[in-house]
């Protein structure tokens, strides 16, 4: 019977080899029919090419999550009560100071946000605070001017003149300000107005220490309100402006940002007013202004409470499409004339 003969490996070791688990053909069908070299390269270049849109998306988060977030509205009508005024202090003084401490350092200033902060593509919130600013610089002018010094003085309080000179600052202005200096940073807006608020409330230590004055004339009450009523018809020729030019567009983008600084204006106007009627209880009182003063503050918080979903300037004529500035408008002049009612009274 002949052998059968093994067959050898080359090396002459007489091994037999060892045997795959899988034939070359069934790892390529295993791996898809691709080459695992080519496939980590496939892998590679998918990675590269959805990395931009990934990026993209994230920013786009970044935008839109922070705009939710810093998007605030506050028109609390209540906001104040109780007053925060030490006792012999003024109340509108004290109210003045905490509504900046509540727009400029317990929430965000967003007016001055820079291109790389979700606050920059913000347009309702920003022109609501600056509304505010607005109305408080008018009435810290009126109290360095006129209230916080004794009749046929020529000296200023300083608290006050230091107040109103923060509280014109420019609500833009970043940490960097190349009209100041190109190389330096320098006091952001809010940092500003916080300085002004410290004054006001030093101020109103002062007072209530018997250190300053708060002249609660009839005099000095009516030239603040002509001063408001002035403000508040600037503000009813822009309404009237704006409508006339840009009602007939279709969509007009510019009549939100009006409206919410007009809101702002007025909202803090409204606050005010509501305080003043504690300071000036006495003068109120002798000329008989509770009633006026009652409707004109209904006025006010009716023009300053208004929040449509989405601004519109229709046509006043329009039947489907509302016209928000002409309702704010409207509350904006019954307020308007009943300040030019209080104003005369005052005079007699």
Do not use: C
């Not at 809010?190 to 410290?198: F, N, P, T, W």
């Not at 101020?203 to 005099?219: C, S």
């Not at 409206?259 to 003043?276: D, H, S, V």
Request: aromatic share 10%.
């Amino acid at each position: 019977m002949a052998e059968s003969t093994l067959p050898s490996d080359s090396s002459g070791s007489g091994k037999a080899p060892t045997p795959q688990s899988e034939s070359p053909l069934e790892a390529n069908e295993a791996t898809g029919g691709v080459r695992p070299t080519a496939q980590r390269s496939w892998l590679t270049l998918r990675t590269v090419a959805l990395a931009p849109l990934a990026l993209i998306l994230l920013v786009l988060a970044y935008y839109v999550l922070g705009m939710i977030w810093l998007h605030r509205i506050d028109d609390d009508i209540e906001f104040g009560q109780p007053s925060s005024a030490p006792e012999g202090a003024s109340v509108t003084v004290a109210l003045a100071a905490d509504l900046i401490e509540r727009e400029a350092v317990s929430n965000r200033w967003l007016s001055n946000d820079p291109v790389f902060m979700p606050g920059y593509l913000l347009d309702n919130a920003p022109n609501f605070q600056q509304g505010m600013l607005t109305a408080l610089f008018r009435f810290t002018s009126e109290l360095r001017d006129e209230i916080a010094r004794t009749r046929g003085s020529s000296s200023e309080d300083p608290d006050a003149k230091e107040a109103a000179g923060f509280l014109s600052y420019s609500p833009f202005v970043w940490i960097y300000n190349p009209d100041v200096s190109w190389w330096t940073p320098t006091a952001p807006s809010e940092k500003q107005y916080e300085q002004g608020m410290i004054a006001l409330r030093r101020y109103n230590d002062r007072l209530a220490d018997g250190e300053a004055r708060f002249e609660a004339r009839a005099d000095n009450l009516q030239t603040l309100i002509d001063r408001v009523t002035s403000d508040i018809g600037g503000v009813s020729a822009s309404i009237s402006r704006h409508i006339e030019e840009h009602s007939t567009n279709l969509l007009d983008f510019q009549a939100d940002n009006l409206f919410y600084a007009n809101k702002g204006r007025l909202y803090a106007y409204y606050l005010l007013m509501r305080a003043m009627r504690e300071d000036f209880a006495d003068v109120i009182a002798e000329r008989s202004l509770g009633n006026a003063w009652r409707l004109t503050l209904k006025s006010l918080e009716q023009a300053a409470t208004l929040q449509p979903w989405v601004v519109t300037n229709g046509s006043p004529e329009a039947q489907f499409r509302p016209s928000h500035l002409s309702a704010q408008g409207f509350y904006l002049l019954r307020a308007r004339t009943q300040l030019k009612e209080i104003s005369n009274i005052l005079l007699k």
